[in-house]
């Protein structure tokens, strides 16, 4: 069974990594499916935040900054407050690929900022939401990767901070059961972050020291999928994700995602 939503429910939805890509498409989708939702769009770039407040100028609430700097943190946790509206979802987006290469060639300091990215902010941020989720009974949707399932070289850094995530939706998944937790495989999508995978698995084929084939990551990398149908999936699951895939990894081509693709009922 699939939760269904009131398209006129009124509360607030916060998705980082929204400057583009997918973040922005699922703010796009929430925004103009849901008449009375709010969306704080969270991401680095203030000019490609700025131009998605049209034509939702009262309902696009925009916080520029890195995730994973505290001052931006701050900044979300007070919009909120601001707000007063039921927080119904968190969708963790942002995130980084590189530094991609043979794992032990990643710097102290470059281990230190993936995981403050793709890790760290996420928690943090759901530490800030979780009283209002929990009496919401809503929904932290965290993007994930197939790099999690098992090493890919080259981008080994990456598929274990994923694979921390994944961990991570499951312990919230046990330790706070109100609030459905859902880690998403959006597949391998037309985003600048894919262009940075394939110059990173380009740059890791040509290395002397590499001795895996890499042609098949290459293939996959090369055939990418529009950001569309992903991105209609996540917003989905961020409003009416049934609470059976709670602290599940699940990716965008699963049969059961397929109740996820289209405009909510």
């Known amino acids: 069974m699939v939760a269904t939503s009131d398209s006129q429910e009124e509360g607030v939805v916060v998705v980082t990594g929204a400057s583009r890509g997918i973040g922005r498409q699922v703010c796009i989708n929430l925004l103009s499916t849901h008449q009375k939702l709010h969306v704080v769009a969270v991401g680095r770039s203030q000019s490609d935040l700025a131009t998605l407040t049209h034509p939702w100028p009262e309902r696009l609430h925009i916080v520029a900054g890195d995730i994973a700097d505290s001052a931006t943190q701050a900044q979300i946790s007070a919009l909120l407050q601001a707000l007063a509206l039921p927080v119904?979802?968190?969708?963790?987006?942002?995130?980084?690929?590189?530094?991609?290469?043979?794992?032990?060639?990643?710097?102290?300091?470059?281990?230190a900022q993936m995981l403050s990215t793709n890790l760290t902010a996420a928690l943090v941020l759901g530490a800030t939401c979780i009283g209002a989720l929990?009496?919401?009974?809503?929904?932290?949707?965290?993007?994930?990767?197939?790099?999690?399932?098992?090493?890919?070289?080259?981008?080994s850094a990456y598929g274990m901070t994923k694979a921390a995530l994944n961990y991570a939706t499951r312990a919230l998944a046990l330790e706070y059961p109100e609030?459905?937790?859902?880690?998403?495989?959006?597949?391998?999508?037309?985003?600048?972050?894919?262009?940075?995978?394939?110059?990173?698995?380009?740059?890791?084929?040509?290395?002397p020291r590499t001795q895996w084939d890499t042609s098949a990551l290459m293939a996959k990398l090369s055939e990418p999928i529009p950001v569309d149908l992903p991105s209609?999936?996540?917003?989905?699951?961020?409003?009416?994700?049934?609470?059976?895939?709670?602290?599940?990894?699940?990716?965008?081509?699963?049969?059961?995602?397929?109740?996820?693709h289209g405009p909510p009922n």
């Open 88 to 111: 119904l979802a968190v969708v963790n987006n942002a995130a980084t690929v590189t530094p991609t290469g043979p794992l032990l060639d990643t710097s102290a300091a470059e281990w």
């Open 179 to 207: 609030v459905t937790s859902v880690a998403f495989y959006p597949g391998v999508v037309n985003t600048a972050m894919n262009h940075t995978a394939i110059q990173g698995a380009t740059a890791y084929a040509a290395d």
């Open 232 to 260: 209609a999936i996540i917003a989905n699951l961020a409003l009416r994700a049934d609470a059976s895939l709670s602290g599940r990894y699940v990716a965008y081509s699963d049969d059961e995602m397929r109740a996820y």
């Open 134 to 155: 929990q009496e919401s009974r809503g929904r932290i949707i965290n993007v994930s990767s197939s790099a999690s399932q098992g090493p890919v070289p080259g981008f």
